[in-house]
Structure formats: C-alpha cells, structure tokens
Nanobody, 127 residues
Framework: QVQLVESGGGFVQAGGSLRLSCAAS????????MGWFRQIPGKEREFVAA???????YYADSVKGRFTISRDNAKNAVYLHMNSLKPEDTDVYYC?????????????????????WGQGTQVTVSS
C-alpha cells in the first residue's frame, strides 16, 4: 500500500508560478513511477507529467517547456514546478503512483495504469 498526499496548490495570477509536492509513504518509493494528472468535475483525468523510477521525464504538450517534474527518493517526494501559468491550467491536480520499472511514455500517460492516488490539490489561475 502507498499513501500519497499532495500540497502546494493555491491561487495565482496568470504568468505566475507554483510548486506542487506529493509526499509518499508505504512501500519502496524508488520502485514506483510517479505522475501528475489534473481534472475538473465532469471531465476525464488528464495527463500532465510523469517521471520514471530512473528519472526519465515525460510531459503533455500543453505544459511542455512550462512545467518540470522531479523526484527526491531520499524524501519520498515528487514535485511539479509550474511556471508561466495560464487560466486554462486551473484544475485539481492529482499525484499518482504505479509500480513500474519501464520507461514507456504511453504507459505512463495512461491514468488507468496508476494504482494509487492522492486526494488532489486545487490550482486556480486568474487572468
């Protein structure tokens, strides 16, 4: 079992920055691939970024060049640095974990592959 807790969401003006954190507890964190997804009520959960156990990173086209995902295995944490935020980035952001040693982008962007989820953190970007 893995427990995930997101933090760092908030209210920011367009062009601003936020850093989301996801703290993990339970099984060996370094063996898990981690992903960030976002969702508003009534819509499907959308892939944002992922990082493999080995540190390879993957991004949705909509955030490429603006967001950076990173992990600190010593702290059992994964981060999402969000720069140049836009109003369309407004969403609830979720951290997910999957026990996976591969580096397939198509696997890691698929929300159905993730076994564990946090409760989400709200990000609101005003225009």
């Amino acid at each position: 079992q893995v427990q995930l807790v997101e933090s760092g969401g908030g209210f920011v003006q367009a062009g601003g920055s936020l850093r989301l954190s996801c703290a993990a507890s339970g099984r060996t964190f370094s063996s898990f691939a981690m992903g960030w997804f976002r969702q508003i009520p009534g819509k499907e959960r959308e892939f944002v970024a992922a990082i493999s156990w080995s540190g390879s990173t993957y991004y949705a086209d909509s955030v490429k060049g603006r967001f950076t995902i990173s992990r600190d295995n010593a702290k059992n944490a994964v981060y999402l640095h969000m720069n140049s935020l836009k109003p369309e980035d407004t969403d609830v952001y979720y951290c997910g974990a999957v026990y996976y040693s591969g580096t397939s982008y198509y696997f890691l962007k698929d929300r159905y592959q993730y076994n564990y989820w946090g409760q989400g953190t709200q990000v609101t970007v005003s225009s």
